[in-house]
């Protein structure tokens, strides 16, 4: 069995590559180790032939991860991309892994640069088509790292909304989207504060499934979208402020894996909401010192313009707990710089009410490498955000565990007994050397993670 794939560009010489797969251990005594992380995942080697470069690959077979699979296709790719192959013939007599190879390969063979003169969103074409839930699944995370990729002057609340409604299968899935009126009416107050400096209106977008109880959810998975941030007042600096484009990773992710689950068959039950603002200073920007009552009631001090993000959640997980009473909140959102000074860009921060929920998330994130690592929560962290002049602080005390009392504002938010996963994915969402499994920029993170969560947790 076989995968073909062939450059859209083509040269006026033509090189080809052959890959041809085995499972035979005893042939790699002198190849090379393909490790990941001290994990050796495959051997290989390559020869020059008359026609073509062959190389040869050799699986440790009982390494069967999502990530070990799709892994040998992104190294495909590589290899492709180094030799200026025209022509890719990749050989195994297992479909099934195969298929994961070819996903891998066109995963990595994704660069959204369709503002550059001649460019393509992929180098190769297939002449094969991957099963229905790969596809699906290759489908929403070349949306998502669309989304993130655009600029806030082509990506924008209204025009978010707009993509998304032509992107989610609505034969599923309802969408219902608020313009500024409706959220005044209903009273996201803090969601509006961010907003108010812009000239681009609000919107927050709601999904749910149709013909099914919009109530007691298995799942509601939430977003934080701020399509341009600024800092507001608080104004960041200028240098790498082009990068806030992306502070809408968290609705990004939201909006895919709705469009993933839209296209699949579902055993359990989920919603979603998304709160798409910008955060610009102007004149009439909220500002330092103002204080705004949430959606909750509780009445929340603004000290930092710049910590925008939890506001917008905190309005937006209460409104989606009141209206669809989950029994899990899974948020999304690139939150603070902090969470990079801690993890860097190679994890994302994971804070839990719940030991089952988290424990199944990194699971997930070491079978799809969509690594994410257990942060603390604390009483002693939630203290720094009280005042004696409100209700609660929008930053804690001093400049110490940023991400931790980000995420301890919105517990705040969160109904008792509701088990909640906040996900800050400030630091995995753009990566501008890629990585092992994307090229540079978007990453796609978290569709992926969410896909293989849902299968474990749910049994789906």
């Keep these: ?30 190849l090379k180790e393909f490790k990941y992380n001290n994990v050796n995942i495959f051997y290989y080697t390559f020869l020059i032939k008359k026609d073509a470069i062959l190389f040869k690959i050799v699986r440790k077979k009982e390494l069967n991860s999502f990530f070990q699979k799709t892994v040998i296709g992104s190294f495909i790719y590589d290899q492709s991309i180094k030799f200026a192959a ?12 195969l298929d994961f190879i070819s996903f891998g390969f066109s995963q990595k063979d994704f660069l959204y640069s369709i503002h550059k003169k001649g460019s393509y969103l992929s180098s190769y074409k297939s002449k094969s088509q991957l099963p229905g839930l790969l596809k699906s ?17 082509i990506i924008y609340p ?93 609705a990004a992710v939201t909006a895919s894996i709705i469009k993933y689950l839209s296209e699949i068959k579902t055993n359990f039950s989920y919603a979603g909401i998304v709160g798409l603002v910008e955060n610009m200073p102007s004149g009439t920007a909220y500002k330092p010192g103002d204080i705004i009552k949430s959606y909750k ?58 030991d089952e929920l988290s424990d199944t998330l990194y699971k997930s994130g070491i079978e799809t490498n969509e690594k994410v690592w257990r942060m603390p929560l604390h009483d002693d962290f939630d203290k720094e955000l009280n005042s004696p002049f409100v209700d609660l602080k929008n930053i804690g005390a001093g400049r110490y565990g940023g991400s931790v009392t980000a995420a301890q504002f919105l517990q705040r938010f969160i109904p008792p007994k509701t088990k909640w996963a906040h996900l800050d994915i400030a630091g995995t969402t753009w990566k501008n050397g890629g990585d092992i499994l994307n090229s540079k920029g ?3 993170f978290g569709l992926t993670l969410i896909a293989d969560f849902i299968d474990r947790y749910f049994k789906n």
């Design 137 to 153: 699944k290759l489908k929403s995370i070349n949306f998502l790292k669309q989304l993130v990729s655009e600029p806030s002057n």
């Design 442 to 444: 978007a990453t796609g």
């Design 1 to 30: 069995m076989k995968i073909e794939f062939s450059s859209l560009k083509l040269p006026n010489q033509r090189i080809k590559l052959i890959f041809e797969i085995y499972d035979n251990l005893k042939l790699t005594k002198k």
């Design 86 to 97: 025209t022509d890719i013939i990749i050989e195994y007599n297992h479909k099934d892994i």
């Design 158 to 250: 209204k025009s978010f909304a707009q993509q998304v409604s032509k992107n989610i299968n609505l034969s599923k899935v309802s969408i219902k989207i608020h313009n500024e009126k409706n959220i005044k009416k209903i009273g996201l107050n803090c969601l509006l504060a961010v907003n108010q400096g812009s000239k681009q209106e609000p919107r927050v977008i709601e999904f749910f499934e149709k013909n099914k109880s919009k109530k007691n959810v298995d799942v509601l998975f939430v977003g934080k979208g701020v399509c341009f941030d600024s800092g507001g007042i608080s104004l960041k600096p200028s240098s790498g402020m082009e990068e806030m484009k992306w502070d809408m990773g968290g």
């Design 297 to 354: 009631g509780i009445n929340v001090e603004v000290l930092n313009t710049d910590a925008e993000g939890r506001l917008v959640l905190a309005d937006i997980i209460t409104y989606g707990c009141e209206v669809y009473k989950p029994k899990i909140v899974i948020d999304f959102a690139t939150l603070t710089g902090a969470i990079m000074v801690a993890l860097g860009q190679h994890y994302a921060g994971m804070f839990s009410n719940d």
